[in-house]
């Protein structure tokens, strides 16, 4: 918007109404254009999985980004809300944040990649995702979890049924979904 600082006349719609200003304040952090790269980054990475043919192979370590988004979740109250906002959700269709894409391209790994599931078996890995089910319940946290452990023929113990239990305790009410997932796990 460029003005003369001497003219005389006001700078507002009054008195030229071609003149309009819109300011959109928000409590969301300005992570847009970051938000939307991660986005297509996961998305990207989720096709390659599942065109297969162990593509992988050259990624190093890529589970362990889809994973590194995933502990935003655990992050302040502000960031987690801006990196859950999608401004092009309408009330007919859900969101896609960066967890979903996370999510997305984890479940696909998962059913892609088998020889890959020990990963998110192991007690620290699985201990973060149970607990990332409560933090974000429109995240399908609890669809990967089916996803890592159907045929999977891994041997279980007690502790690892405890976690299940409570993480069915923990969303039988708030989140049937999450609670149906865990036992089909």
Known sequence: ICYNVEDPQN??????????????????LPLLGPKNQLIKMLSHFAAVTEQGDG???????????????LQFLKSSERLRNTLLHDSRATEDSEGYTVFHA???FLMS????EPHYRDFFVK???????VSCIALAEQVP???MLVSVFKNNNMR???????ELVKAIEDNFSKNQQSALNAMLV
Do not use: P
């Open 109 to 112: 790994f998962c059913e892609c």
């Open 141 to 143: 946290i609890s669809q």
């Open 156 to 162: 279980i113990n007690l502790q690892f049924v405890d």
């Open 11 to 28: 700078f507002s719609a009054e008195y030229d109404k071609k003149i309009t200003v819109r300011l959109k304040l928000t409590q969301h």
């Open 55 to 69: 593509h992988l192979i050259h990624y190093k370590k890529l589970e362990l980004v889809g994973l590194r988004v």
């Open 123 to 129: 007690k620290e890995v699985f201990e973060f995702l």
């Open 102 to 104: 996370a999510v997305d």
